[in-house]
């Protein structure tokens, strides 16, 4: 028996095949990433697709793919066949990592005490695609006052912490 890892992935990997092979890869994902916040942010349609009837999860389906470009279109016909809708918002994530792959794409997240303005963010970025040697980064900022100055990034598994809570806790541990 196939467990859900395995078929997520399936699916996932099908998607990149074909959003590759159409040269549509960005496309896709701008759609992935829409579809991702409008099932997230909307318990009722998770619910739908975990414990309604497969009636009523085709006019989900069928709103869903009203938008959507047609491999998309083709990609949501296809979970709703096979009864795969509950495990959209995985297979979807899993597609993300899968076209952050094929596009050399770095996810960052960036905690500072403050928001930073765009001159310091694209500065970042620049460095940030150097150091991890990353193409292109997706952002997500996060402000937590708590840092008091300086930033903690977060890429590829590691993190780099340069707060100031951080260096004056070093420093108290040390003249302890």
């Given amino acids: 028996m196939t467990n859900n890892h395995e078929i997520i992935n399936k699916y996932a990997e099908a998607l990149v095949t ?6 549509e890869l960005s496309a896709v994902n701008a759609e992935v990433d829409a579809l991702i916040r409008i099932i997230s942010t909307n318990s ?9 009837s497969f009636s009523a999860q085709r006019e989900i389906v069928d709103a869903l793919k009203s938008q959507a470009m047609p491999h998309v279109q083709n990609f949501l016909e296809v979970l709703y066949q096979n009864r795969r809708l509950p495990l959209i918002l995985e297979i979807f994530e899993q597609y993300k990592a899968g076209y952050r792959k094929e596009t050399g794409t770095g996810q960052v997240m960036i905690t500072s ?3 930073l303005n765009n001159q310091q963010l694209t500065k970042l970025v620049e460095q940030l695609k150097t150091k991890f040697d990353y193409k292109a980064i997706e952002i997500e900022q996060r402000v937590v006052p708590t840092i008091l100055g300086g930033i903690i990034v977060e890429a ?8 100031l809570k951080t260096q004056l806790d070093q420093i108290a541990e040390q003249i302890r």
């Fill in 18 to 23: 074909v959003a590759k092979t159409h040269n």
């Fill in 44 to 52: 009722e349609l998770l619910a739908i697709f975990e414990l309604a």
């Fill in 113 to 115: 005490a403050v928001e």
């Fill in 156 to 163: 590829d598994h590691k993190i780099i912490d340069g707060s």
